[in-house]
């Protein structure tokens, strides 16, 4: 049973704009905060964005001004706007809820696959 489903992915030259998406099965309010997670080939998690309930967002330093998370409680979505892209930017995106302790809350998805090159 899904409990997120990602979407939006796809190939994008080097300095080129995306926007994924991260629609939720539950009501995402009730959670602390959606944390945005990506995996390239052959490595581990690693932690890209987070948006609290309250709106409030941290980023990894490499992709800080670059891109924007935000969220639609009405929808249940969270979005990920990925500016000014580079090929390390290239791996699966994943989405996940986290509690007060911003531990994750399920387990992961596909997610949506990001690939910059040229």
């Known amino acids: 049973q899904a409990q997120f489903v990602e979407s939006g992915g796809g190939v994008v030259q080097p300095g080129g704009s995306l926007t994924i998406s991260c629609a939720a099965s539950?009501?995402?309010?009730?959670?602390?905060?959606i944390l945005w997670y990506r995996q390239a080939p052959g490595k581990a998690h690693e932690w890209v964005a987070t948006?609290?309930?309250?709106?409030?967002?941290w980023y990894q330093d490499s992709v800080e001004g670059r891109f924007t998370v935000s969220r639609d409680d009405a929808k249940n979505t969270v979005t990920l706007q990925m500016n000014s892209l580079r090929p390390e930017d290239t791996a699966a995106y994943l989405c996940?809820?986290?509690?007060?302790?911003?531990?994750?809350?399920?387990?992961w998805g596909q997610g949506t696959q990001v690939t910059v090159s040229s």
């Open positions: 996940n809820a986290a509690d007060n302790n911003y531990n994750t809350q399920f387990p």
């Open positions: 539950f009501v995402i309010a009730e959670y602390n905060a």
């Open positions: 948006i609290t309930r309250h709106g409030t967002t």
